[in-house]
């Protein structure tokens, strides 16, 4: 950035360079010594190959020597300054290939965008600093030109520097400020400047014009993709109210139920919770999924004293199925004799178990709390079965994760250890509360149970008839074999032979009979 925007500055206005020369030769050999430094440290640079990050010294070198860039870090380090001695100091122009670095500069911008927490206002900034280097150029190119003129030959170029009636248009910062001033007002074509007086006035104008154009047009359209960018979340959330109020004007809902809504909205916004997780995560890998979402939510579900002693694996499933909600002052999570299908966890906010009456508070829940774990595990002999057995309201407004119990039994389903230890831990804290009926004659299994046992011995039967039917085939080939034995041996001693053919026609009179009799068992199975 310093070669980018002093190299140009130095070499059109004089002073600079001769009022600040010792100056420049400091920073100009040090960011010589810097570019150096980096020339090493690419050497240096690690990178990816099939995945697995290469460190050989040898490699990265050669990778560094035989690529594009070293040929532009080359080039911008030859010594040009040794054309000092035979030029002057007053050519700092000569150092115009430091230039070339600019790619190294782009590449810090785009890992920087990239890992920062605020890349809208890194963009912006970007493109402010583009434009004023551009403006910056320009300045310095007018003077020139206007040097080359002739300083005050006519209205459009700089002003004549011995005139006595102005005399600071001789001084450096003035001629600086009144380029870059003049250059402003041409790019971005917003000010009135004196008109050319000459064809190559006429032609400087004309690129300037076709450049502020370009440079207007850049900025409109990045910073209006930059602005809608910032806003996509809340225009979304924005919309999507707006079509819920549509919704309730359409339907005619009541003033305060629509009042109430628009409140859980304006909370989820303000404090941040509108966005959906899943669609937010949806782009990552699993493992990076599990990985967030272990971090998010691990500590809350160890919490549940059911889940405390469970292996990793079955925790890592349920963290990635644990889904937010939000209640409104006022809601029921559950009420009594409702049908629990899902589990709770408070993560903020503070929940009253109340009477039927919705006033009378028993006990209050605040964070870290649960309730409903008991119920999606489906105990057998508890007394509450899977209804619910509390009226449960939120106070304030109340942020919990909500586990299904379809979601439970699914990851079970891999853990068949841990859905046993689940169970008998179920069981000891209903045994504790006097909720669980120990004789066997009250335990009625469940309907979806029975079914898989009467479907699981339709199946054994089922194997069992193909195997008796293999049993039966062989038997009969066998037989078959053997009379042909018998059949040859006869022939040989002279005996007289049976008839094969009606023996054959037997069998396959018995085979057909027992094919539809087995069909006829399949129709009917089928029919039930």
Same mark, same amino acid.
């Given at each position: 950035?310093?070669?980018?925007?002093?190299?140009?500055?130095?070499?059109?206005?004089?002073?600079?360079?001769?009022?600040?020369?010792?100056?420049?030769?400091?920073?100009?050999?040090?960011?010589?010594?810097?570019?150096? /430094?980096?020339? =090493?440290?690419?050497?240096?640079?690690?990178?990816?190959?099939?995945?697995?990050? =290469?460190?050989?010294?040898?490699?990265?070198?050669? !990778?560094?020597?035989?690529?594009?860039?070293?040929?532009?870090?080359?080039?911008?380090?030859?010594?040009?300054?040794?054309?000092?001695?035979?030029?002057?100091?007053?050519?700092?122009?000569?150092?115009?290939?430091?230039?070339?670095?600019?790619?190294?500069?782009? +590449?810090?911008?785009?890992?920087?965008?990239?890992?920062?927490?605020?890349?809208?206002?890194?963009?912006?900034?970007?493109?402010?600093?583009?434009?004023?280097?551009?403006?910056?150029?320009?300045?310095?190119?007018?003077?020139?030109?206007?040097?080359?003129?002739?300083?005050?030959?006519?209205?459009?170029?700089?002003?004549?520097?011995?005139?006595?009636?102005?005399?600071?248009?001789?001084?450096?910062?003035?001629?600086?400020?009144?380029?870059?001033?003049?250059?402003?007002?041409?790019?971005?074509?917003?000010?009135?400047?004196?008109?050319?007086?000459?064809?190559?006035?006429?032609?400087?104008?004309?690129?300037?014009?076709?450049?502020?154009?370009?440079?207007?047009?850049? *900025?409109?359209?990045?910073?209006?993709?930059?602005?809608?960018?910032?806003?996509?979340?809340?225009?979304?959330?924005?919309?999507?109210?707006?079509? *819920?109020?549509?919704?309730?004007?359409?339907?005619?809902?009541? #003033?305060?139920?629509?009042?109430?809504?628009?409140?859980?909205?304006?909370?989820?916004?303000?404090?941040?919770?509108?966005?959906?997780? !899943?669609?937010?995560?949806?782009?990552?890998?699993?493992?990076?999924?599990?990985?967030? /979402?272990?971090?998010?939510?691990?500590?809350?579900?160890?919490? &549940?004293?059911?889940?405390?002693?469970?292996?990793?694996?079955?925790?890592?499933?349920?963290?990635? #199925?644990?889904?937010?909600? =939000?209640?409104?002052?006022?809601?029921?999570?559950?009420?009594?004799?409702?049908?629990?299908?899902?589990?709770?966890?408070?993560?903020?906010?503070?929940?009253?178990?109340?009477?039927?009456?919705?006033?009378?508070?028993?006990?209050?829940?605040?964070?870290?709390?649960?309730?409903? +774990?008991?119920?999606?595990?489906?105990?057998?002999?508890?007394?509450?079965?899977?209804? !619910?057995?509390?009226?449960? !309201?939120?106070?304030?407004?109340?942020?919990?994760?909500?586990?299904? #119990?379809?979601?439970?039994?699914?990851?079970?389903?891999?853990?068949? $250890?841990?859905?046993?230890?689940?169970?008998?831990?179920?069981?000891?804290?209903?045994?504790?509360?006097?909720?669980? $009926?120990?004789?066997? /004659?009250?335990?009625?299994?469940? &309907?979806?149970?029975? %079914?898989?046992?009467?479907?699981?011995?339709?199946?054994?039967?089922?194997?069992?008839?193909?195997?008796?039917?293999?049993?039966?085939?062989?038997?009969?080939?066998?037989?078959? /074999?053997?009379?042909?034995?018998?059949?040859?041996?006869?022939?040989?001693?002279?005996?007289?032979?049976?008839?094969?053919?009606?023996?054959? %026609?037997?069998?396959?009179?018995?085979?057909? #009979?027992?094919?539809?009799?087995?069909?006829?068992?399949?129709?009917?199975?089928?029919?039930?």
């Amino acid at each position: 950035m310093y070669n980018w925007t002093m190299i140009i500055a130095r070499a059109c206005f004089e002073e600079l360079q001769h009022n600040y020369l010792l100056y420049w030769v400091v920073l100009d050999y040090t960011s010589d010594l810097i570019y150096l /430094a980096d020339m =090493v440290f690419r050497t240096r640079t690690g990178y990816l190959e099939q995945g697995l990050m =290469v460190k050989d010294k040898k490699l990265l070198r050669d !990778r560094y020597v035989a690529s594009f860039q070293f040929r532009l870090d080359a080039i911008s380090m030859l010594p040009t300054d040794v054309f000092y001695f035979f030029l002057g100091l007053d050519y700092p122009e000569i150092r115009i290939n430091k230039l070339l670095r600019i790619g190294r500069m782009m +590449e810090f911008f785009t890992r920087t965008e990239t890992k920062t927490n605020y890349p809208n206002i890194f963009r912006i900034a970007n493109l402010i600093m583009y434009i004023l280097i551009i403006i910056h150029w320009n300045a310095c190119f007018y003077f020139s030109f206007s040097k080359s003129i002739g300083f005050g030959a006519d209205e459009w170029v700089y002003p004549a520097l011995d005139d006595p009636e102005e005399p600071d248009f001789g001084l450096p910062m003035r001629k600086y400020s009144f380029s870059l001033y003049w250059s402003t007002l041409t790019l971005t074509t917003i000010g009135e400047t004196p008109p050319p007086a000459l064809d190559s006035e006429f032609l400087f104008h004309v690129v300037d014009f076709l450049v502020g154009v370009l440079i207007f047009a850049t *900025i409109v359209g990045n910073i209006a993709t930059m602005i809608s960018n910032m806003n996509a979340a809340q225009s979304q959330f924005q919309a999507r109210i707006d079509n *819920i109020k549509q919704y309730m004007q359409v339907r005619k809902v009541s #003033k305060d139920l629509e009042l109430r809504v628009i409140k859980w909205f304006d909370y989820l916004w303000n404090n941040g919770k509108a966005q959906d997780e !899943r669609e937010v995560l949806r782009y990552l890998p699993d493992k990076l999924k599990a990985e967030i /979402a272990i971090q998010v939510h691990m500590e809350t579900l160890k919490k &549940v004293r059911i889940f405390a002693d469970c292996e990793a694996g079955l925790l890592i499933e349920l963290v990635l #199925k644990l889904r937010p909600q =939000v209640f409104s002052p006022g809601d029921y999570i559950c009420k009594k004799g409702d049908i629990g299908r899902e589990m709770y966890i408070i993560k903020d906010g503070k929940l009253a178990v109340v009477a039927d009456d919705g006033v009378t508070q028993f006990v209050v829940l605040g964070s870290g709390s649960y309730f409903g +774990e008991i119920s999606i595990l489906n105990i057998k002999g508890s007394k509450a079965g899977n209804r !619910r057995t509390a009226n449960i !309201r939120s106070i304030g407004y109340s942020d919990l994760f909500c586990l299904s #119990k379809d979601d439970l039994m699914e990851s079970l389903i891999e853990y068949p $250890d841990a859905k046993g230890m689940l169970e008998e831990k179920g069981r000891q804290i209903l045994m504790k509360d006097g909720l669980i $009926d120990l004789d066997p /004659a009250n335990i009625k299994p469940e &309907v979806k149970e029975l %079914e898989e046992k009467v479907n699981k011995l339709y199946s054994m039967m089922e194997l069992m008839q193909m195997k008796l039917k293999k049993i039966l085939i062989n038997y009969k080939n066998t037989d078959k /074999a053997l009379r042909h034995r018998i059949a040859d041996l006869e022939r040989l001693t002279g005996e007289e032979v049976e008839d094969e053919d009606e023996e054959e %026609e037997e069998m396959k009179k018995e085979e057909k #009979k027992e094919d539809e009799e087995m069909k006829e068992d399949k129709e009917k199975k089928e029919e039930e």
